[in-house]
C-alpha cells in the first residue's frame, strides 16, 4: 500500500531554514514525481514545488522562488523540500504527494497524499 510520511516541520524565526523529508514506502518511489503543498488556515491548499521522476521540478508558487528547492533521494526513498529564509506567510502544513511519472499542474489530479507536517514562522 502506497504510503507517505512527511517529517521536519516544526517551529522557526523569520529569516531561518528547515528541511522537510517525504519518506515513500509501498511503492517504487523512481517511478513516481512527488509534489509539496501547503495549506494555511482558511486558505486553499497550494502547490510549492514538485520533481518529477527524471528529476526535473517544476514551480507552483512564485512566493518560494528562489528560497525553496526540492530533491530526491531515491535510494532512501526519501523527497527533500529544502526552505531558507522562510517568513510567516510561509507558515502553513505541508504535505507530499505522489503520482506516477511526471508533475500535474493541479493538485485535484493527486490522490496519494500523506498527513502533512506543521510549519510555524514566529518570532
Known amino acids: 500500500q502506497l504510503q507517505l510520511v512527511e517529517s521536519g516541520g516544526g517551529l522557526v524565526q523569520p529569516g531561518g531554514s528547515l528541511r522537510l523529508s517525504c519518506v515513500a514506502s509501498?511503492?517504487?518511489?523512481?517511478?513516481?514525481?512527488i509534489a509539496w503543498f501547503r495549506q494555511a488556515p482558511g486558505k486553499e491548499r497550494e502547490g510549492v514545488l514538485c520533481?518529477?521522476?527524471?528529476?526535473?521540478?517544476?514551480k507552483y508558487a512564485d512566493s518560494v522562488k528562489d528560497r525553496f528547492t526540492i530533491s530526491r533521494d531515491n535510494a532512501k526513498s526519501t523527497v527533500y523540500l529544502q526552505m531558507n529564509s522562510l517568513n510567516p506567510e510561509d507558515t502553513a502544513i505541508y504535505y507530499c504527494?505522489?503520482?506516477?511519472?511526471?508533475?500535474?499542474?493541479?493538485?485535484?489530479?493527486?490522490?496519494?497524499w500523506g498527513q502533512g507536517t506543521q510549519v510555524t514562522v514566529s518570532s
Open positions: 509501498g511503492f517504487t518511489l523512481s517511478y513516481y514525481a
Open positions: 504527494a505522489a503520482i506516477p511519472s511526471r508533475c500535474r499542474p493541479t493538485r485535484y489530479e493527486y490522490h496519494n
Open positions: 520533481i518529477s521522476a527524471n528529476g526535473d521540478t517544476t
